[in-house]
């Protein structure tokens, strides 16, 4: 992540200025607050605010603090969409939408926000008609606690990497949108240990106070395992003694539309807020997990994130990596920044893994991007047939009418944990056709999914050489909105995931050389019963 220039504070500062320029005629409001604590208000407070007047703050604390802003009091005219009076709270320099963290009007007080770094912006605006008392809201330097209101964030011990302080007590309250969870992920944990976790310890609640259900609490050297919450706000609190410390720990919290695993055969997700710009200073994940023995092709429809450092050539702000598996440790596919959008590609076993890194300033719309899970399956084939075969452990929630050959009437046989298809190429609509100057036999392998009224059926064109005897497969669609036929890719490398099959399959040998040649025996034998025969006669 980027500290913020100096300049950017100086620009900000210039801002804040003109905004006390343009303000009503002799009304002072706005300013830079650099002191460790403080309080502000809106102009003429408790007395009704002027009317068309503009006021912007910005909060400034020493670098590694966050900065606590909480409302006392707040009144101020209301809309639905509070369009005319409002207060805006930043996470940050206003000048980037994507570090808004809220626009409040009416009489309910806002939030308590936690910043996530040292910065914090508060604008105020009326318009010309309807005033009210206003607002009064104090800061301070944040040590440890507060509320974490983001789609993603951090939380560490006081101090952190440094021994965390004795007798030191902190409370975070992470509260995201309505009907989203959260999950909490421990990178890095070392407290005092002793058997109760009575001394030093962390202690995690499923909800915003101790009175709601206790999940657990921890010490000593092991990462706590991954919390994920039954509601839209989860409560940490770390407490130290009078002696013996240790490094503390850090942790991320992931949420909603920042934070979600796919299990469904195909699907599509987008980076929060697109086509939008996403937030600033977010970290995000989202996992496609499919059965044992799906692979994942996907498709990138649109990608616009920050560009690359213009002096590294690097992608250091704001990047998009996708890792061939289910952690961050597992083979990286590529980081992506800028608009160059990556081309489609197929996993090599059932899990990819996305992570969106964006970091305090500039921002995009994100991206967009679509999946389908590649079935496995074995394919080979004869001067005469293609032999087909699909682990059933793969597909347990189809049965073999779902998965058929031509049409509906060439549908797969059980054949212990398999599905099988035999056919001839003069059955299942399977028929020649030229491709670069080659005559090919083809037809179209059908998996139907199809469920709850909701059509959804995969289809995969099989290509069989029959001088060569070489199958190939290609997925064609299965995928609504977007049709992937112009993604047509040979996978026919899927009949490596035969992993996935017992050994008493059936491997499609080639008999048709067999046939002949005993077909050609058998004639040189009728023929020389018939001359001798004749010679007898």
Same mark, same amino acid.
């Given at each position: 992540?980027?500290?913020?220039?100096?300049?950017?504070?100086v620009?900000?500062?210039?801002?804040c200025?003109?905004?006390?320029?343009h303000?009503?005629?002799?009304?002072?409001?706005?300013?830079?607050?650099?002191?460790?604590?403080?309080?502000?208000s809106?102009?003429?407070?408790?007395?009704?605010?002027p009317y /068309?007047?503009?006021?912007?703050?910005?909060?400034?604390?020493?670098?590694?603090?966050?900065?606590l802003?909480?409302?006392?009091?707040?009144?101020?005219?209301?809309?639905?969409?509070c369009?005319?009076?409002?207060?805006k709270?930043?996470n940050?320099?206003?000048?980037?939408?994507?570090?808004?963290?809220g626009?409040?009007?009416?009489?309910?007080?806002?939030?308590?926000?936690?910043?996530?770094?040292?910065v914090?912006?508060?604008?105020?605006?009326?318009?010309?008609h309807?005033?009210?008392?206003?607002?009064t809201?104090?800061?301070?330097?944040?040590?440890?606690?507060?509320?974490?209101?983001?789609?993603?964030?951090v939380?560490?011990?006081?101090?952190?990497?440094?021994?965390y302080?004795?007798?030191?007590?902190c409370?975070?309250i992470?509260?995201?949108?309505?009907?989203?969870?959260?999950?909490?992920?421990?990178?890095?944990?070392?407290?005092?240990?002793?058997?109760?976790?009575?001394?030093?310890y962390?202690?995690?609640?499923?909800?915003?106070?101790?009175?709601?259900?206790?999940?657990?609490?921890?010490?000593?050297? *092991?990462?706590p395992? /991954?919390?994920?919450? &039954? &509601?839209?706000?989860?409560?940490? *609190?770390?407490?130290?003694?009078?002696n013996?410390?240790?490094?503390?720990?850090?942790?991320?919290?992931?949420?909603?539309?920042c934070h979600?695993?796919?299990?469904?055969?195909k699907?599509?997700? &987008?980076?929060?807020?697109y086509?939008?710009?996403?937030?600033?200073?977010?970290?995000?994940?989202?996992?496609?997990?499919?059965?044992?023995?799906?692979?994942i092709?996907?498709?990138?429809?649109?990608l616009?994130?920050?560009?690359?450092?213009?002096?590294?050539?690097?992608?250091?702000?704001?990047?998009?990596?996708?890792?061939d598996?289910?952690?961050?440790?597992?083979?990286?596919?590529?980081?992506?920044?800028?608009?160059?959008?990556?081309?489609?590609?197929v &996993?090599?076993?059932?899990?990819?893994?996305?992570?969106?890194?964006t970091?305090?300033?500039?921002?995009?719309?994100?991206?967009?991007?679509?999946?389908?899970?590649?079935?496995?399956?074995?394919?080979?084939?004869?001067?005469?047939?293609?032999?087909?075969?699909?682990?059933?452990?793969?597909?347990?929630?189809?049965?073999r009418?779902?998965?058929?050959?031509?049409?509906p009437?060439?549908?797969?046989?059980?054949?212990?944990?398999?599905?099988?298809?035999?056919?001839?190429?003069?059955?299942?609509n399977?028929?020649?056709?030229?491709?670069?100057?080659t005559?090919?036999?083809?037809?179209?392998?059908?998996?139907?999914?199809?469920?709850?009224?909701?059509?959804?059926?995969?289809e995969y064109?099989?290509?069989?050489?029959?001088?060569?005897?070489?199958?190939?497969?290609?997925?064609?669609?299965?995928?609504?909105?977007?049709?992937?036929?112009?993604?047509?890719?040979n996978?026919?490398?899927?009949?490596? /995931?035969?992993?996935?099959?017992?050994?008493?399959?059936?491997?499609?040998?080639?008999?048709?050389?067999v046939?002949?040649?005993?077909?050609?025996?058998?004639?040189?034998?009728? *023929?020389?019963?018939?001359?001798?025969?004749?010679?007898?006669?």
């Open positions: 992540m980027r500290n913020i220039p100096f300049h950017c504070i620009a900000v500062t210039c801002a200025v003109l905004y006390l320029v303000a009503k005629k002799g009304v002072k409001c706005g300013g830079v607050l650099s002191a460790p604590s403080g309080n502000f809106s102009p003429n407070f408790p007395g009704l605010y /068309d007047t503009d006021c912007m703050w910005l909060i400034v604390v020493p670098e590694g603090s966050s900065v802003l909480t409302f006392h009091h707040f009144e101020l005219e209301y809309h639905d969409s369009d005319f009076d409002y207060v709270v930043y940050g320099i206003s000048e980037d939408e994507g570090n808004l963290l626009k409040f009007c009416g009489t309910s007080l806002p939030p308590q926000f936690t910043s996530s770094w040292h914090m912006s508060v604008i105020f605006h009326s318009d010309k309807v005033a009210s008392k206003g607002f809201a104090v800061y301070s330097k944040d040590v440890c606690g507060g509320v974490m209101t983001g789609l993603s964030g939380i560490a011990s006081p101090d952190y990497p440094e021994n302080p004795n007798n030191a007590e409370q975070w992470i509260r995201v949108t309505p009907f989203s969870i959260i999950k909490l992920v421990f990178t890095d944990f070392q407290m005092e240990n002793n058997e109760e976790c009575n001394f030093d962390v202690a995690i609640f499923d909800g915003a106070s101790m009175e709601d259900r206790h999940i657990d609490h921890y010490c000593g050297t *092991m990462k395992p /991954d919390v994920v919450s &039954s &509601s839209n706000e989860l409560m940490v *609190m770390f407490k130290s003694d009078f013996i410390g240790g490094r503390g720990f850090k942790a991320y919290f992931y949420s909603g539309e979600e695993v796919f299990t469904a055969v699907g599509n997700f &987008s980076s929060p807020q086509p939008n710009s996403y937030p600033n200073n977010i970290n995000c994940h989202w996992t496609v997990q499919l059965p044992l023995g799906f692979r092709k996907m498709f990138f429809m649109d616009e994130l920050e560009d690359r450092n213009s002096l590294t050539d690097k992608c250091d702000y704001d990047y998009l990596s996708v890792y598996g289910s952690k961050e440790s597992s083979p990286l596919l590529g980081t992506w920044c800028g608009t160059d959008k990556p081309a489609p590609f &996993s090599t076993g059932n899990k990819v893994l996305l992570v969106l890194n970091d305090r300033n500039a921002a995009s719309k994100g991206f967009s991007v679509s999946y389908i899970g590649v079935a496995p399956m074995n394919v080979s084939c004869t001067r005469t047939d293609f032999q087909i075969q699909l682990p059933r452990q793969s597909l347990p929630q189809l049965e009418n779902n998965i058929y050959l031509g049409n009437g060439c549908i797969a046989q059980v054949a212990g944990s398999n599905y099988k298809i035999y056919s001839r190429f003069d059955t299942c399977i028929g020649p056709q030229k491709r670069n100057n005559t090919m036999i083809v037809s179209i392998l059908y998996i139907d999914f199809s469920s709850a009224g909701q059509e959804d059926i995969h064109e099989l290509q069989c050489e029959p001088k060569k005897k070489e199958a190939l497969v290609n997925i064609l669609s299965g995928f609504e909105p977007f049709k992937l036929d112009q993604y047509g890719e996978l026919a490398t899927a009949s490596k /995931d035969a992993e996935a099959i017992d050994g008493s399959e059936w491997k499609g040998q080639d008999t048709s050389d046939v002949f040649i005993s077909i050609c025996i058998l004639a040189g034998i009728l *023929m020389l019963i018939a001359i001798v025969g004749l010679v007898l006669l």
